[in-house]
Nanobody, 124 residues
Framework: QVQVVESGGGLVQAGGSLRLSCAAS????????MGWHRQASGKQRELVAS???????NYADSVKGRFTISRDSAKNTVYLQMNSLKPEDTAVYYC??????????????????WGQGTQVTVSS
């Protein structure tokens, strides 16, 4: 089985910084894209940033120039460095990993796996 676990959320003042981490574990054969999404109270979940296995990145317009996504493929981990935080960045942040894992007896499964989320609160 596979687990995806986020960490690093918390409370920060506007203008401050936080770094989120997300680690995938289990019998992982390959991870393709990894990403961060967020869901503010009463709103739909939205993509914040994503990174491919080759390192190509994509950002929501609202975070460009403030957030940086990176990954350590050897550790199956993705990071989100968040600078110049604003109150409107307040949300639960979720990590996802598009991956293939080995389930035994020569069988591989591919799917999109999500963490349970970490709260980020930015006070004004």
């Amino acid at each position: 089985q596979v687990q995806v676990v986020e960490s690093g959320g918390g409370l920060v003042q506007a203008g401050g910084s936080l770094r989120l981490s997300c680690a995938a574990s289990g019998s992982i054969f390959r991870i393709n894209d990894m990403g961060w999404h967020r869901q503010a109270s009463g709103k739909q979940r939205e993509l914040v940033a994503s990174i491919s296995s080759g390192g190509s990145t994509n950002y929501a317009d609202s975070v460009k120039g403030r957030f940086t996504i990176s990954r350590d493929s050897a550790k199956n981990t993705v990071y989100l460095q968040m600078n110049s935080l604003k109150p409107e960045d307040t949300a639960v942040y979720y990590c996802n990993a598009d991956l293939t894992y080995y389930s035994g007896r020569g069988t591989y499964y591919t799917g999109d796996y999500w963490g349970q989320g970490t709260q980020v609160t930015v006070s004004s």
